[in-house]
């Protein structure tokens, strides 16, 4: 089976840990995260008939991606980084956050997430994403679990 | 006779009086100044009655002033704590190894003695072909460190290359990621000379750890672990991860499962 590293990072009350307990059935407690800054998971998926194991490293949130330890990024294959849509300043560190993650694991695959789709209208949800500069990858809602297998799946067939 | 002269006349015999009466006490007086103004008189005067109190106090110490040495005694303790323990530390330290090397030197005859009186077929058989003293293993099965986990990681991932185990543990995919999630942690918290982690300890357990370029390995280990033994196990992966690297050469064309037969051959004991 093949194992791949991937990292769910962004600002911090984005909802990372939330798209995390969704994704996967809990085994480590949150207390990792406020003890280590981080927590790791793993989950097996099937794709394309191939069998694959995704081993995903739940970072705690930082104002900025540079004050998070580099080895945590280290030999990642994919990336979420996650912004809160009801919060924009979230998404205006996202081009200097995704910039320096592409410089210090460039191999790796960066998906573009905007989360908490359930606190957005429809027409605040479209006014949003057209104020994004970046292309988001995936609108979710960890709170009702809306695109969140499917963001994983597309991850995961980027990776194979 | 005038009243002046009257007066001088009684002024006189009153000095007189005086003479007739103090001439004693003066007398008494001016000895006194003289044996308090002289060392050596005063030595022996007072010589013995400190000497009758130093008697009194050898008899009497403890029920006079066991109270105000206690307090005094309790207070420079509090004082001077630390430097009490760097004081004692050392010789403590001596004293325990001393301690324990006669309890181990007891043990270890007594276990000479066991095995003179009982027998055991498969011990015997296991000191003949190995070649290791039946009190040897007598110790090792009474004073046992087990290897119970070894894991191969990939230093930057926190991949799991294989593992080994004589127990069934969570998930070892997720271990080997804490894991170098914790390593990475310690090193990027307190590295200043890239150093590595190179045990975490919890209770009885040690995890010993050993960095390589591109992995590491971790080995869990149960019970008391001597400097020795660890000193010793250092070499032993040492030279596993030289021989693996071998293996390794190609990137891994070697599969986890035949990597996992050699560390359990090699480490664990079953």
Redesign the interface.
Known sequence: MI???IILTGSFGVGKTSIFNQFIFQ??SDK?LTT???????KTMNVKGQEL?L?V?DIAGEVTQDKV????F????GIIYVMDLSRPLTFDKAEEDTKYLKNLIPGAKLKLVGNKKDLLTESELAETVANIKLPIDSITSAKTGENILELFTSLAEDLI | MTQGNHIREDERALEKLKDILLNKDRAELEELRSILNNQDKLSEKVRPIILSHFDFLKENFSSEYEEIVNTLIDKKLKQSEQELLDLIYPSLGKMISKYVALQMTTLKESIESSVKSKFSIGRSIKSMFTGVKESDLIIKDAVVSTIEEVYIIQRDSGLLISSASNQDSMDRDVIAGMLTAIKSFVEDAFNKDAQDLEMIEYGSYKIIIRSYYSFYIAIAVSGAFSATEQFELGTKIDSFAEYKMKLFKGKYDISSEEISLLLEQDFIQK
């Open positions: 194992s791949k590293k085994k480590f990792y280590i800054g981080v927590k790791v998971n793993k194991s081993l490293w330890p580099t080895s945590y280290l030999g990642a294959s």
